[in-house]
C-alpha cells in the first residue's frame, strides 16, 4: 500500500452498534477488524479468500473479510463472531459446537458459525444438503467436517423442537 495513501473514517453498525474507524481505503477489513478495533475473534488463515476462516456477514452476506477494503465497509452492517452471543448465553449454534464437538483448534469455528448462522438466516430448516453447501466454503483441518455437520444439524432440531 502507497506510505501516503490518505485514511479514510468508514461508519458503520457493528454487532448492531454505531461504529467508525479510520483506516486506508484499501486496507482488508479483517485488519481493521482485529488490529485496530480489536475484535480478534475473526480469524486468519490462507489471507486469499479460500478458506472461510475470515468470514463474517455484511449487510446480511457471507463474505471474507480478507479480501473486503476497508473502505467496503462505509454504511454497512456488520456482523462478527463477537456478536453472536446474547449477552453472556452462547448462541444456540454456538452451543450446539461445544456439545457436538465442532471445534477444535478453534481457528476455523468463528467462520464456521458465522457460515452456520446465514445459512439459517436463508434456509431456517435446511436438510442435509443444504448445511453442506452453507459450510462448503468454510475449511477445516482438524475435524473431518462431520462434527462440525452434526453441530449444525443439532442446532437446527432443537430449534424445530424448541428444546
Ligand atoms: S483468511 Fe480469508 S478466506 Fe482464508
Ligand atoms: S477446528 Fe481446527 S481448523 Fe477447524
Redesign the pocket.
Known sequence: MPERARKIRVSCVLNGSASSFEAHPMARLLDVLREDLKLTGTKEGCGEGECGACSIEMDGVLVNSCLVPALQAQGAKIRTIEGVAIGESLHAVQQAFIAHGG???????PG?ILAALNLLARHPEPDDAQIREGLSGN?????GYMK?FESVVAAVRRAETGA
Open positions: 471445534a477444535q483448534c478453534g481457528i476455523c469455528t464456521m475449511l477445516c483441518r482438524c475435524t462440525i
